[in-house]
């Protein structure tokens, strides 16, 4: 046997083998000279971090007074608002309490004690990610934090990071823990305009940073991640992330030793004060700068950290001519005749305008004034939406072709029967256990969908929605525009078909403005451009999508053309153009809502009951000298002011491919003989779907969780649970809570 030979390999010849060999020798000068590129370039790699590190020395750090106002600018250019009032009290490490120390850390870096300064995995992922153009995207320890807050700026720049490294590395050389730490407390922006501890425990609980204690720690501490966020009295319907991350908080804490998980498990929420802006941000400019700070932010267009540093020049989307006649609609057809004591106190208006073929949001009314109440009533979401989805569940079963049980394709003239309290049937004909009623209990009999549709019948939309499905109702619904995160969405089944999920009205005016746009959806936007410096800053375009299809949107606006010529949202006719639209009036007379539709313009508002002082949502019966306020009152007469004098001088324009509805049916179930005939806004006392007072609609499921109440907050308690609520939706349907409730295990009645 050869020496080239293993016992049962086939034999070979040795010529065979030879140009093997002869290949291997070839190749081994190109592997020596990959090998040799590889060690060179790695000593010049190390050289360069050599040369980096003596080079690069820790500079002076920056003076706050070389802080910048961020200008905020109207689309015109005229200017909006400029802000930049830096807010700061350093304080020393031992005026922190340890506990708030170690919060810090268990949100922040863990293994601040024990690891280095840099972590360069985190900084390898940022680099690459920002330059293959991706979001803005951190891993950064205390120390580097420390470094962009204290020594650079905020900018997220390959430059930039690379001296935050080096940096940071000597820092960790030649500074103690405690003193980057303390540095690294004093120089974060918690939100609320405070940087630094002290500023922040002043700005949400009103007291120094040294009386803190541990669930109020904590919560500062989730600040840090996401300010605007987590501030569960600017955004009550975020209160359940904000809750989470506390959470997040405390449970890293007992995982690293500094706390007990005893006292962990009988910590509660620690809900802030009230936030008290500057007088820069008085009347309606506080709303409007604060939604396009988020609109910035959420989309990472800028950093709220390095937003918060200034020097930012933003030309926002809103019209100041249209934003005036939104704020003057308001004014005249309900404020400015109100009283001081409640339940006139209670009243509060939201309302968003969205230009149809761009998403541009152009108007957008959040309160009297930012300095006296921070919620912007716009953009919250903490009420339900009512009726207002009722369009949503018929796109959905024009979209899917959807079937009645009787095998009926669902269109305007389908027949359901609208009698109130009729069980709603599953799709094998069974009895699903749910029988939701109309408002009042009003019977309607039988009546054809476009007729259910202009007179808000509950009973047909929670049948309507079972045949075609509660996920593609959600998913209709998410295509359209309302965000998936949107408090009672994920958990309602048949009752998302009434309204239950609580979006804001500017989630509404997307979805509105995508049917309007004869089904694409286009993301409502806040910005036009941005710059720093002279310099500017990418701002990405609007997401734009095919939502349903054309066919869909057009059906969905021909019903919805009727409810304004005929049915609750007649005294939106105002607006003196073809306009399509919906009413909608929450349990109890919470919120009334009117979202409506030129083919230019999709504007939505809404009237909240909120007790000022306690935050509690309150029912507005009473309200403005009347005896309850509907969707199809001040909401649509808002609306028709509005969209006249935002439409003024522009050519009246139709719907395309929206052809009017079936006649709709008169209260007792038949046909309006005279369909043409002009009817006037619904009358005192009388409900959009015909009813009177006293609701008489099903209440909430039992079951579920919530999120802990806030006393003093805008966060809203609902009224009390009724005696009988197991009607109210399909068996074993969880319940929500929309975010600050405070109520464990109830949901509150679907709306109409």
Do not use: C
């Amino acid at each position: 046997m050869g020496v080239d030979r293993w016992p049962g390999w086939p034999a070979k010849s040795a010529g065979a083998r030879r140009p093997r060999r002869r290949g291997l020798r070839r190749l081994l000068p190109t592997w020596r000279v990959l090998l040799g590129g590889l060690m060179g370039a790695t000593v010049l790699g190390l050289g360069a971090l050599v040369a980096g590190y003596l080079l690069v020395e820790i500079p002076e750090p920056k003076s706050a007074a070389a802080a910048q106002a961020n200008v905020f600018l109207y689309a015109d250019g005229s200017q909006l608002a400029a802000v930049g009032e830096v807010n700061r009290a350093n304080v020393s490490l031992d005026q922190v309490p340890e506990p708030v120390r170690h919060a810090v850390l268990a949100a922040e870096d863990r293994d601040f004690y024990d690891s280095s300064a840099v972590d360069l995995s985190a900084m390898v992922r940022a680099g690459w990610n920002m330059l293959r153009g991706g979001g803005r995207q951190s891993g950064s320890t205390i120390t580097q934090q420390f470094v962009k807050n204290y020594y650079l700026d905020q900018r997220q720049t390959v430059t930039r990071k690379v001296k935050e490294l080096f940096i940071a590395v000597k820092l960790g050389r030649e500074t103690s823990k405690e003193e980057i730490l303390q540095g690294y407390l004093n120089t974060s922006y918690f939100g609320r305009n405070a940087y630094g501890v002290q500023a922040a425990a002043q700005a949400y609980y009103g007291k120094d940073a040294a009386r803190l204690d541990v669930a109020e720690g904590a919560y500062l501490a989730a600040l840090l991640q996401a300010p605007s966020a987590y501030d569960v009295v600017a955004d009550p319907g975020g209160a359940g992330r904000a809750v989470a991350r506390w959470e997040y908080v405390l449970d890293g804490m007992v995982s690293q030793g500094w706390l007990d998980a005893s006292e962990r498990a009988g910590l509660e929420f620690p809900w802030p004060g009230p936030y008290e802006p500057s007088d820069l941000l008085s009347g309606e400019r506080g709303y409007l700068v604060e939604a396009v700070k988020g609109h910035l932010t959420g989309r990472g267009i800028v950093g709220e950290d390095e937003l918060a540093a200034g020097g930012y020049r933003i030309t926002t989307t809103i019209d100041p001519v249209r934003q005036e006649a939104l704020t003057r609609a308001v004014g005249e057809q309900l404020l400015d005749g109100l009283g001081t004591e409640p339940p006139d106190a209670f009243v509060r208006v939201g309302a968003t305008s969205v230009e149809v073929a761009t998403g541009e949001v152009v108007a957008m009314y959040g309160g009297r004034d930012y300095t006296e109440q921070f919620v912007n009533n716009a953009t919250r979401r903490d009420y339900q939406a009512a009726s207002t989805f009722k369009p949503i569940v018929y796109a959905a079963a024009l979209e899917h072709a959807a079937l009645t049980v009787d095998g009926e394709r669902i269109g305007p003239a389908t027949v359901y029967e609208g009698g109130s309290g009729r069980e709603v049937v599953n799709r094998d004909g069974t009895g699903s256990g749910w029988s939701p009623q109309n408002e009042g209990g009003k019977d309607f009999g039988t009546v054809t969908v476009a007729e259910a549709m202009d007179q808000s019948v509950n009973a047909v939309f929670a049948q309507l929605g079972q045949d075609v499905g509660a996920d593609r109702v959600r998913e209709t619904a998410v295509a359209l525009g309302i965000p998936e995160d949107v408090p009672g969405l994920a958990e309602a089944r048949g009752s998302i078909s009434l309204g239950t999920a609580t979006p804001s009205t500017l989630d509404v005016a997307q979805v509105y403005a995508a049917l309007a746009g004869r089904g694409t959806y286009r993301e409502a936007v806040l910005v036009r451009e941005v710059s720093r410096d002279g310099e500017p800053v990418p701002v990405p375009g609007a997401v734009e999508r095919r939502a349903v299809s054309p066919e869909a949107a057009d059906g969905v606006t021909a019903v919805l053309r009727g409810v304004v010529e005929r049915g609750t949202g007649t005294a939106a006719r105002s607006a003196g153009r073809p306009a399509a639209g919906k009413t909608g009036t929450a349990e109890e007379d919470r919120a009334a809502w009117f979202a409506g539709f030129t083919p230019e313009l999709a504007t939505v508002v809404a009237v909240f009951g909120q007790d000022s002082e306690s935050g509690e949502q309150q029912s507005l019966y009473g309200a403005a000298g009347q005896e309850r306020i509907s969707g199809g009152g001040f909401p649509a007469l808002i609306w028709g002011q509005y969209t006249a004098a935002a439409l003024e001088g522009r050519p009246v324009v139709g719907f395309e491919g929206a052809a009017e509805p079936v006649p709709p049916a008169t209260p007792d179930g038949e046909r309006d003989p005279e369909p043409d005939r002009e009817r006037g806004p619904v009358p005192e006392g009388e409900r959009e779907d015909g009813g009177r007072a006293g609701s008489g609609e099903p209440e909430a499921e039992p079951g579920g969780s919530a999120v802990p109440s806030a006393p003093g907050s805008a966060a809203p308690t609902p009224g009390p649970p009724p005696a009988d609520p197991s009607p109210s939706a399909p068996p074993g349907e969880p319940s929500v809570v929309p975010s600050g409730t405070g109520e464990p295990g109830r949901e509150p009645a679907p709306g109409r």
